[in-house]
């Protein structure tokens, strides 16, 4: 059995500052016992939550989500490897979705984003008279959006 962490052991070891480790943990999103004296003690397994926790909000995943997620770990044991696959499962989609997003970030960093300015030599083929304006405001190709994709 593993020695229960500090928060700065936990700190160290994630990474994650002690003040957030304090706010996840007001957040209900990480739990800790207390020492005699009132000192928090994690038990080891927490650093993957953290882990979660941190990636999870990389990927655009709000606390509230995260919460949803963490709340499907059981909480009478150390989640297993099963217990974290199911987790990745709906996982997987956002990710996806992330990359996609990215790719279309990186290709739009020379070409035409849709975003109205026809500044640029490309927005006269992809962009005609700023006709992705019709979709909505914004960076429309950025976001995903075309003519194809709306109709
Ligand atoms: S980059 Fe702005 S409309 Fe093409």
């Not at 999103?29 to 882990?51: D, E, K, M, N, Y």
Request: glycine share 8%; proline share 5%; with cysteine.
């Amino acid at each position: 059995m593993f020695e229960p962490l500090t928060i700065g052991e936990l700190a160290r070891r994630t990474g994650v500052a002690t003040s957030a480790l304090r706010f996840y943990e007001e957040q209900g999103l990480i739990q800790s016992v207390r020492t005699p004296a009132g000192h928090r003690r994690f038990a080891r397994p927490v650093i993957r939550r953290v882990a979660f926790i941190v990636f999870a909000q990389r990927v655009g995943m709000s606390l509230q989500e995260i919460r949803t997620e963490l709340a499907r770990l059981p909480e009478n044991r150390v989640p297993n490897q099963e217990d974290w696959a199911r987790l990745s499962r709906t996982w997987k989609a956002r990710i996806d979705e992330r990359i996609a997003e990215l790719e279309r970030l990186k290709d739009g960093l020379t070409g035409c984003i849709g975003c109205g300015c026809l500044s640029i030599e490309r927005c006269r083929f992809a962009n005609p008279h700023d006709r992705a304006g019709k979709l909505g405001p914004g960076p429309r190709f950025w976001m995903g959006r075309t003519q194809e994709s709306e109709s």
